[in-house]
């Protein structure tokens, strides 16, 4: 699934196959598919037609197949589930999200399987920490490049003043527990990746060992849960 990179408002979604079930969960498989989805059009192939296009929102990808095996896509605001299948399609499967950012264009990506990273996006956009210095577990609000079926981000952590400790958490607090990663110096330009829980409001706590050495954090993706 690659958002945002053909133009601003068009996803296009690719797979070998996909299982899509129906109401009474039974199973069709899509082959070859291969759909182009653009938010400006209404209706099969664009948005759901009761939606309105809107910045900084989360759209749902979902494909449609007929009894007939007619398969194609469609973007709904519904954010956590398969919306409303349209009428004369039987059988559906999510299969992923895509934001709007505050410009109403894509945030720019690539997804394959569930997960999804923001490649090509500015480190600007990604950024959720600048200089966090807390040695006290704070919260880092990851919900505008997160999904809300998502409960795994794929975050970057690199050092700002010295070499911190970072430490991370969901239900956390004060100064011990989390899962920990450690960065060597910032002279070093050195960095950590991993992927870290996030509560059902894709926030997540994070500390480091020392109030005087800094970290920044930035988004580099998440893992869907389809």
């Not at 759901?48 to 007929?66: G, H, K, L, Q, R």
């Not at 999200?97 to 894509?106: E, I, K, L, P, W």
């Not at 990604?126 to 794929?154: E, H, K, N, Q």
């Amino acid at each position: 699934i690659v958002p945002g990179t053909t133009t601003a408002t068009q996803v296009n979604i690719t797979a070998d196959w996909l299982v899509l079930r129906d109401s009474n969960d039974v199973v069709f498989i899509a082959k070859t598919v291969v759909e182009t989805c653009t938010i400006t059009t209404s209706g099969i192939g664009g948005l759901e037609a009761s939606d309105t296009e809107a910045a900084s929102t989360w759209y749902t990808i979902s494909i449609y197949a007929t009894e007939a095996g007619t398969v194609d896509c469609l973007l709904n605001a519904e954010g956590t589930a398969v919306g409303t299948v349209p009428a004369g399609y039987v059988y559906s499967m999510r299969v992923g999200a895509v934001r709007n950012n505050g410009s109403s264009n894509f945030l720019v990506g690539i997804q394959h399987g569930t997960l999804r990273v923001h490649e090509g996006e500015t480190l600007s956009t990604t950024l959720v920490l600048d200089s966090g210095a807390a040695t006290t577990f704070s919260a880092i609000d990851c919900s505008a490049l997160m999904p809300t079926t998502s409960r795994l981000v794929y975050l970057q952590m690199n050092p700002d003043v010295g070499g911190p400790e970072v430490y991370f958490t969901v239900t956390g607090s004060g100064t011990s527990g989390g899962i920990l990663f450690s960065i060597a110096d910032a002279a070093f330009g050195d960095s950590s990746q991993g992927l870290v829980p996030t509560d059902s409001s894709q926030d997540v706590k994070y500390r480091i060992n020392n109030a005087s050495l800094a970290i920044d954090i930035r988004v580099l993706g998440y893992e869907d849960n389809l």
